[in-house]
């Protein structure tokens, strides 16, 4: 299985077209923030990571999520099963909740099984 896109994101909506085929609306895309208070300060974004099944693949996988902050250490991870039928698409919503002791970034390390990691930042901005 593949992760087509991670993101953070404020919504997403799914609907149905003619094909049959589904469309994915991803609304309030972020990579930065401000915060809500000045650090420290914990907060529970939302992550949105699509994944693919190819037609010769079994379906089963478990998702992993490390946030690590930019000294490479962990401060929160998020492990989850999930069962997609072979041929389409899924996708995982992600809450975790992290917290910043000072502005800056924390980076969403994502893979399902053992395959490649796909690395998503989320940069703390100052209060305003």
Not at 31 to 37: G, I, N, R
Request: aromatic share 6%; proline share 10%; glycine share 8%.
């Amino acid at each position: 299985m593949d992760i087509v896109s991670a993101v953070f994101a404020e919504n997403i909506e799914l609907r149905q077209v003619p094909g049959p085929s589904t469309r994915i609306d991803l609304t309030g895309i972020m990579f930065s923030l401000a915060a809500p208070s000045p650090p420290p300060v914990t907060i529970a974004p939302h992550l949105i990571v699509l994944v693919r099944c190819r037609p010769d693949e079994d379906g089963q996988g478990i998702l992993e999520v490390v946030f690590k902050d930019e000294k490479g250490e962990q401060v929160a991870r998020n492990a989850q099963p999930f069962t997609v039928e072979p041929g389409k698409f899924t996708y995982r919503l992600v809450r975790g909740e992290l917290t910043y002791e000072q502005l800056g970034t924390i980076e969403a390390h994502c893979r399902v099984g053992q395959g490649p990691v796909t690395v998503v930042p989320l940069t703390l901005l100052p209060a305003v």
